[in-house]
Structures are given as C-alpha cells and as structure tokens.
C-alpha cells in the first residue's frame, strides 16, 4: 500500500475505520460531474420562487406591512438555498463551464451580499486547513481547546464566552457578517478579491437604490433585514453545526488527515426533507467536504451510494441543539466539551 493509501487514527480516543485515499476517490468519482440540466432546473426553481415572493411581498405592502413579513421570512429561507448554488459556483461544481460558474456566483453573491471572489477564496482555505488545530483563523468559528482556555488571560477567556454566546452568534453575528463585515476585504485576499469586494458592494447598492424606490426605503429596508436576518441566523446555524459538534475531528500538525477531517470532522446533519430542500442538501457535508467537486443535487445520492459513509452516525435536528453548550476542544478526550465540563475536569484530582 502506498503512502498516500496510510491513513491513522493519531489523536482519538477511539479508533474508527477509515476508507484509503484510493476507496473513496472511487466511491465520489461517478457524482463529481455538473449537470446543466440540473443545475439550470435548480436556479429556475430558487430564483423564480425568490423574485415572486417579493413581488407578492410588494402587492401586500398595499394593504399592511404585517402581510408582508411572513413572506420576507419565507425569502430568508429561500436565500439560504441561493447560497448553496452560490457556494457551489464557488467550488465550481456547480456548471460544467468556469464561466457559467463565475457569472451565476456573482450575481447570487450579490443577493446574498457577499462577494463571489473573496467568498472563495476565504472558503477554500477553510476545506483546506479544517479541522486542524495549527491552522485556524480563515473561515471558521473561533474554537480554542481546554489548555488555551485555562492559560488564556481574563479578558481573552470573556471575549471568548462573548464570541461563543448563542445570542450574539446567532442572532447579531450573522447580521453582522453579511451586512457589514462583508463588505471589506481582508488585508491577505489577493487583488482580485479585493476587487470582487467592491463590485459587489456597487452592485449592492444599485439593487438597493431600485428596490428602495420600487418599495419605499423604509419598507424594504424592513423587510430586506428580516430576510437577511432570518438567512443569516439559518446559514451560521449550518454551519456552525457542521463542524461544532462533540464527536468531532481535530488534530495538530502532521497528524491532521484530511480523509478523517471531512467524515468525522464534518456532521451528517440529518435534515427532515423540506429542511434539505431549503438548505441544499448541505447536511451532506461530510461528502462535500471529502470531495468539494460533488455539486449539491449529488450528494445525497452520493451518500447512499458508497458503503464508506455507512460509518458516519448522522447527527439529527433536536440532538443537534446540544452543540449549544459545547465551547472548547478536550484533547485529552478528543471531544468537544462545555465550560462547565472543562471547569469539573480541571478540579477532578489527579489520577482519576
């Protein structure tokens, strides 16, 4: 067997199987390829429905704005279904055409409000470095093990409590993002992705000088935010979850394996069906993250194809609250633990 067909369970505290490099490239290989016709059918039935809901959210600013905020809830949640194509576009699994990819990105990104090329970027370094304790900062939740916790300073373990406390993660950190923090580009993105930056940004801005005008500003600033609002809080949520949960996968350095990061580091978040409608088939994510090049309308069917992922323990909607509570990395356990955990294992007495 080759090197590159040696995989180990360094790190946990139990061992699991793992499928060689060589087993699960064939295991995606059939479902790596971008339908046009799915892909198109995908955009006609998640765009088409987006524009109607805000036509029928215009009509209903006739008769009382009340009307017209359950619908805006309604766009917030076919947004996070945009978003699945704009990541896809991003990971060009999308279409089969570069070009195609790039154009569908942009102008979803631009619904979205976040820009196609930075995205990208920010996003292949996360796929690249998940999972691995030496190589956090781009692209993920600040996550910091039981140790750093204890030898962290007073005011760095409050900024932590305060980064990781559900109400400003859920609720003003997504807002945050996507209206704000999106808008900038980071001081290591490359030139055109500063670039996309500011033509999202124009664009931005554009659709909502039109909309504002069509709606009335303060109209549609309302119901703009109540839709961004209720994307953001559902996208950060996902994605939250699929890497916050306590049988997870981290590792340092050379015993980082990629194979191990994406099946255990990546929940199979098992979705009720009109849940993976809206979300893209994202619960799939320990597939996407073994091979990013499935397009989403794949990766269930992926899934239940290949025998490799039957080890996977699905991780399901109410279960799932519980990573709620979990805030540090044990690696003495290899767990994901709550403070409180954390707090009784540093005063249990040595030896126990």
Known sequence: ????????????????????????????????????????????????????????????????????????????????????????????????????????????????????????????????TAGDLNRRGIGDIWTMTVQEYTEASRGKRFAYRLARNPFLLFVVAPVYLFLFRERFPVKQAGAREKRSVWWVNLAIAGMVLLMGWAFGFVPYLILMLTAISVAGISGVWLFYVQHQFEDAYWARGEDWDYTAAALWGSSYYKLPAVLRWFSGNIGYHHVHHLSPRIPNYNLGRCHESAEIFREVKPLRLLPSLRSLWLHLWDEQSCRLVSFAEARRSRRAPQGR
Not at 21 to 31: G, I, M, R
Not at 102 to 126: D, K, M, Q, S
């Open 1 to 128: 067997m080759s090197p590159e067909d040696t995989h180990t369970n360094a790190g946990r505290a139990s061992s699991r199987p793992l499928p060689t490099t060589s087993e699960w490239k064939q295991a995606v290989a059939n479902f790596q390829h971008a339908s046009s016709w799915r892909a198109t059918w995908q955009i006609l039935n998640t765009f088409v429905p987006y524009a109607l809901v805000w036509y029928l959210m215009y009509l209903s600013l006739g008769v009382s704005i009340w009307l017209a905020l359950p619908l805006a809830v309604l766009a917030g949640a076919l947004l996070v279904r945009v978003f699945i194509i704009f990541h896809d576009c991003g990971h060009d699994s999308f279409f089969r055409s570069r070009l195609a990819n790039n154009i569908t990105g942009f102008c979803a990104g631009v619904l979205v409000f976040t820009p196609y090329h930075h995205w990208r970027w920010e996003h292949a370094v996360h796929h690249a």
